[in-house]
């Protein structure tokens, strides 16, 4: 399976990106898919994840209310788009995809993913 992340982008605080990851070399439809970031001298953390059909969502508390995650089965591809950017949110964005089932507690753990792209850079300048 192979992910190509792309849509980062420099954006002044208070505007908006949308990310896109396409996905190949399996059917798009068997994961549930999910976003993360990681910003200079931090760990990766949780963005954001969807399941395989899209009916279920999950955020990280930061950037709930923000962010929304969606997913077209037609173009194999997942989005996420970013509304209110804040220079916090200046990091390298990774997409991933999973087959273990998501849940609240379960969306975040990076181990259950079983595929990564190659991470886009979005930078917010204040």
């Known amino acids: 399976v192979q992910l190509q992340a792309c849509g980062g982008g420099l954006v002044q605080a208070g505007g908006s990106l949308r990310l896109s990851c396409a996905v190949s070399g399996r059917t798009f439809s068997n994961y549930h898919m999910g976003w993360f970031r990681q910003a200079p001298g931090k760990e990766r953390e949780f963005v954001a994840a969807?399941?395989?059909?899209?009916?279920?969502?999950y955020y990280a508390d930061s950037v709930k209310g923000r962010f929304t995650i969606s997913r077209d089965n037609a173009k194999n591809t997942v989005y996420l788009q970013m509304n209110s950017l804040q220079p916090e949110d200046t990091a390298v964005y990774y997409c991933?995809?999973?087959?273990?089932?998501?849940?609240?507690?379960?969306?975040?753990?990076?181990?259950?993913?079983?595929?990564w792209g190659q991470g886009t850079q979005v930078t917010v300048s204040s």
């Open positions: 969807i399941n395989w059909s899209g009916g279920s969502t």
């Open positions: 991933a995809a999973r087959t273990l089932a998501l849940s609240t507690r379960r969306a975040g753990v990076m181990g259950e993913y079983d595929y």
